[in-house]
């Protein structure tokens, strides 16, 4: 048990690459948490995803005792968030649990778009910000620029930022002293009270089980008591309570202001909600903590296996990724062309790459992804609403009164000379300009744009015409009717469903051309001519045809070439079965992973 | 069916006849991806010795059976003595019974040295050869590696006919950048230097030679698919007009001149493969084939010849779905198609069993093919795209 005033939380943001992990380090290895030989880089991030990305998908903690130069000893709590707008409410939930953030911007990069994001969600927690200019050893730093930047774009006093190396550890007394005298204690909490606690986040361990991540309000957590999760008023008897300092350290108990994490036999993440508040089963609160809010996801789309026989892996792999992160949802779907596989819900683009990324690789899977598809509200004629996230599911036209898309607000950064074909690019995907500001060279501009237009490869577009350079957060920013339309491609006349997608009509002629000009190169020539057509309910809007193949035969056949023709021809007819076939039209598989990759306009 | 124009008349199976490899060229052209070797000397003597032994061998085998045809192909057999081809066929008479109107025929290449000795190979009983001309104008020649000269071709035409009477040749055509026209003229006069036979092949790159090096290097790009076929149906029209219609995919003939020994392979039938590198097909008792496969290296062929009394580096047993796909790829080559009572006799199933027959049916909606209970037949357009015709009409095991 700590006292209040010798407590801190908090948590550091930071751009991807602006060295955030690396100055977690440096602030454990300063107060001695970790022997050297302990250190591998980058210890909070421990999937391999979030190591190579450099992104954090599950919220962790450090805890620290450090010796002030005032002489007494603090616990510092370092929570570290993910990064990334798609876990915007995990990350929300987080900050709620510290009570001050350390801004970390690159002294020569500057503030960039996902900076702003973050600090304006530290902002709305009503955090105590430390700004601190890293890579100060680099030539190319910049510091009273990027000071000037801070306060100008984000409106931050940045005359006191704490100028540090991470990498050399230059300055890092310093940020811990800033820790202690700039950010202030937890400014309530009743050891005496009612046990009330936040549930910051929760993660699967084989040996554990469910590990429950939670900040202490008010009251008091011990092993034996019998705690109560307010959403879904389950209630389990709590088996450890602990902290990470980092390695996982068993405690008698945990009072307010502190962070930690209990065990107590849960089965499964799903079972925990983040945000959540915790109170003691017998002597419960009243009202639990403001904010909470289920997860939902907001991008979907289909996963395949490549190979059939691969369903039931999958399917098993799903199962498995989602002990861990109940954030992301699956149905199983079939589809005529792909055959079986499933629907899945994500909560936002990157979570979804993370997804198919961790199948591929833990669970070695070669899949198709289809096109990612956002949630349509479909009102109906008769005054019922249907959420629709599947092309494939799209009613009757006549019966529908009107769709509603998403909306986004996009805030992008980007050097003057790539603004005009950011705007550019902001306009051809239907967006409105709210707000264009410059910052030296550096333009800032937001947009309210349709998600469905930011799911189908805007990311990758915005990253080639700004050579690199923009960089690009969001917020959901509600719903708008939208003239909306299934848009269908058809091969030989048959449809093929999972190439069908839910388009603005005034993009649907453009997609629609695209798509069949793309599926033309990547359809090889076949014994029969091929056409291939998008269109609107029977309205086609764009056709292409590939000619029939003229010559395939081998010129010259004798004797000895019987045997190589017949392997050859088994190896074709064994090749065949990846094939997909629509309309007596062979499709490889290839043509559909990449039809709908679609990255280039 | 359509009637082919071939030689014998629909027997109950494929035929039977022997193959025989003589494996060593002068050089080796850059588009040959056959069995063949450039050697500094060769022992004639021991070469044929081998020869004879795996005669012997074959013959214990196959007792009873009734020779159709004798073929000498390589690598380059007018480069062996003519006393070894007199040797195999003497060999070859001994063991089994020739038909009396066996056909047995030499490759040859066109150039004046080895067009001297075609006089000495009628003598050993050769009565058909079968030239390597390739090309009628000398810069293609030396593109395809040749080492004889039109005129030097012209003058072996000549002298084989001379010799033996029946006579083929070969020509490739489709070459990089040929034009309709240009393929035209030389087609013509070669349809005019032509007895009874012609094989027109078009250009195939094929993996492993040294034309596949240079088109992965970018030194020639072959003809595309959709030229070479306007330059095939090209090759069609004129042949035909001229009387020498298309058996085959790459072969013509006058009525009753087809290639005999070919249509044995056409036709699924069993054939013996003697030498290296050669190939097999002998059907058992049960109605069984065995495919062979001779060492390809001829040193090592000679050796295991002369330990075990043949050249055998390979038997397989080709089952059910094996031979009627074997079948299928062989007899849908010929204009008169398979015929469904062969197929019988040489794969041991019904013709209709072997079949995917809804994409018969689309095929053959589409022109491609026609199919009644005397067999299937691939039309011209059908040949021309057999390879995906076979894709798709061999059922699935």
């Known amino acids: ?155 931050l006093d940045a005359s006191d930022a704490v100028e540090i190396s991470a990498k050399t550890g230059l300055g890092i007394p310093d940020v811990l002293e800033a820790l202690v005298t700039r950010l202030p204690p937890p400014k309530h909490g009743d050891r005496d009270a009612p046990l009330k606690a936040l549930l910051i986040d929760s993660w699967y361990d084989a040996y554990l089980g469910v590990v429950v991540l939670f900040r202490i309000i008010d009251g008091v957590m011990k092993k034996g008591m019998k705690v109560r999760f307010m959403s ?76 059939a026989a691969d369903f039931n892996v999958l399917r098993e792999s799903l199962a498995k990724l989602r002990l861990n992160d109940a954030s992301f949802h699956f149905e199983t779907e079939s589809s005529a062309a792909l055959g079986f596989g499933f629907r899945c819900g994500f909560l936002g683009l990157l979570h979804l790459e993370i997804i198919q990324e961790r199948l591929e690789r833990e669970f070695n899977l070669d899949l198709i992804t289809t096109a990612p598809s956002v949630v349509y509200k479909v009102y109906m004629t008769d005054g019922t609403m249907q959420e629709l996230h599947n092309p494939a599911d799209m009613p009757d036209v006549m019966k529908i009164d009107r769709i509603e898309e998403p909306w986004i607000k996009a805030q992008i950064l980007v050097p003057d000379e790539h603004l005009g074909s950011i705007l550019k690019l902001c306009e051809d995907r239907r967006g409105r300009q709210i707000e264009l500001t410059y910052h030296g060279s550096r333009a800032m501009v937001t947009y309210r744009l349709p998600l469905n237009e930011v799911v189908f490869d805007f990311y990758d577009r915005l990253k080639s015409v700004s050579r690199g350079y923009a960089s690009f957060d969001y917020q959901m920013d509600g719903h708008e009717i939208g003239d909306l339309v299934k848009m269908s491609i058809m091969v030989n006349a048959e449809p093929v469903d999972a190439l069908a997608m839910i388009v603005h009509k005034s993009r649907a002629e453009m997609r629609g051309r695209q798509l069949c000009e793309r599926l033309k190169e990547l359809i090889p020539r076949q014994l029969f001519k091929i056409a291939i057509q998008a269109a609107i309910g029977a309205r086609v809007i764009a056709r292409e045809t590939i000619s029939a193949m003229r010559k395939d035969v081998l010129a010259k056949c004798y004797g000895g070439d019987i045997s190589r023709k017949r392997k050859l021809l088994d190896k074709q007819k064994e090749g065949k079965k990846r094939m997909r076939n629509v309309g007596n039209v062979e499709i490889p598989q290839e043509a559909f992973i990449a039809a709908l990759k679609m990255n280039d306009d | 069916m359509p009637s082919g124009n071939s030689s014998t008349a629909a027997s109950a199976d494929g035929g039977f006849g022997i193959y025989v490899h003589w494996p060593f060229c002068r050089s080796k052209c850059p588009y040959c991806d056959f069995n063949s070797h450039v050697r500094d000397a060769v022992d004639d003597d021991r070469f044929t010795r081998g020869l004879l032994a795996e005669i012997d061998h074959y013959a214990a085998l196959t007792p009873g059976r009734e020779v159709g045809s004798i073929f000498f192909g390589g690598g380059t057999p007018s480069l062996m003595p003519p006393v070894t081809a007199e040797a195999v066929i003497g060999r070859i008479a001994r063991h089994w019974r020739l038909k009396p109107d066996v056909e047995i025929t030499l490759e040859a290449n066109p150039n004046s040295a080895e067009a001297e000795r075609f006089a000495g190979f009628a003598a050993a009983g050769v009565n058909r050869i079968s030239l390597g001309v390739q090309a009628l104008n000398d810069r293609d020649l030396k593109f395809l590696g040749r080492r004889h000269s039109v005129a030097e071709a012209l003058a072996a035409v000549e002298l084989a006919r001379r010799a033996v009477g029946r006579i083929s040749f070969d020509l490739i055509y489709a070459r990089p950048g040929q034009s309709e026209a240009d393929w035209a003229a030389e087609l013509d006069q070669a349809i005019g230097l032509a007895g009874e036979h012609l094989s027109l092949y078009t250009l195939t790159i094929e993996a492993g030679t040294p034309f596949a090096q240079a088109v992965r290097r970018g030194e020639f790009a ?75 290296k001829p040193e090592s062929w000679l050796d295991r010849v002369e330990q075990a009394g043949h050249g055998v580096e390979e038997t397989e047993l080709v089952d059910r779905g094996g031979r009627v796909a074997e079948a299928l790829i062989m007899g849908l080559r010929l204009a008169e198609g398979v015929d469904a009572a062969r197929f019988r006799a040489e794969t041991g199933s019904d013709l209709k069993d072997a079949l995917d027959h809804q994409a018969v049916a689309r095929l053959a909606r589409a022109g491609l093919v026609v199919y009644d209970e005397r067999g299937l037949t691939a039309s011209a357009a059908g040949r021309l795209v057999l390879d995906g015709v076979l894709r798709e009409i061999v059922a699935q095991d």
């Open chain 1, 1 to 155: 048990m700590t006292e209040l005033s010798q407590i801190r939380n908090f948590s550091i943001v930071a751009h991807i690459d602006h060295g955030k992990s690396t100055l977690a380090d440096r602030l454990i290895e300063a107060c001695g948490a970790l022997e050297s030989r302990e250190m591998t880089s980058q210890i909070l991030d421990s999937m391999d995803i979030e190591r190579e990305r450099g992104i954090t998908i599950k919220a962790q903690t450090v805890r620290l005792r450090y010796r002030a130069k005032d002489g007494k000893d603090y616990v510092f709590n370092l929570m570290d968030t993910p990064g990334h707008v798609d876990f915007a409410y995990e990350v929300s939930r987080c900050l709620a649990a510290c009570e001050g953030s350390l801004l970390v911007v690159d002294a020569s990069q500057g503030v960039e778009a996902q900076t702003l994001a973050n600090v304006y969600q530290a902002i709305e927690a009503n955090h105590e910000i430390v700004p601190v200019l890293n890579k100060i050893d680099l030539p190319a730093a910049d510091p009273e620029r990027v000071k000037a930047q801070i306060e100008e774009v984000i409106g």
């Open chain 1, 232 to 307: 879904n008023k389950s209630n389990y008897l709590v088996e450890r309570v602990g902290v990470f300092n980092p390695k996982r350290t068993i405690v008698d108990e945990l009072g307010p202001g502190e962070v930690g994490f209990l065990t107590a036999a849960i089965k499964q993440v799903a079972d925990t909600n983040v945000g959540d508040t915790i109170t003691d089963d017998r002597n419960p609160i009243a009202e639990p903590l403001p904010g909470f809010k289920p997860s939902v996801p907001v991008v979907f789309c289909g996963l395949f296996p490549v190979d």
């Open chain 2, 222 to 296: 072959p003809l595309d698919p959709d030229a070479a076929a306007a330059l095939y149906e090209l090759t069609q029209e004129r042949t035909l007009a001229a009387g020498l219609e298309a058996y085959e995919i790459s072969n013509h003939a006058r009525p009753g001149a087809a290639s005999r020994h070919n249509l044995v392979y056409w036709r699924y039938g069993d054939y013996v493969g003697i030498g290296a590198g050669a190939h097999g097909r002998l059907k058992d008792d049960q109605g069984v084939k065995r495919a062979t496969r001779n060492w390809r």
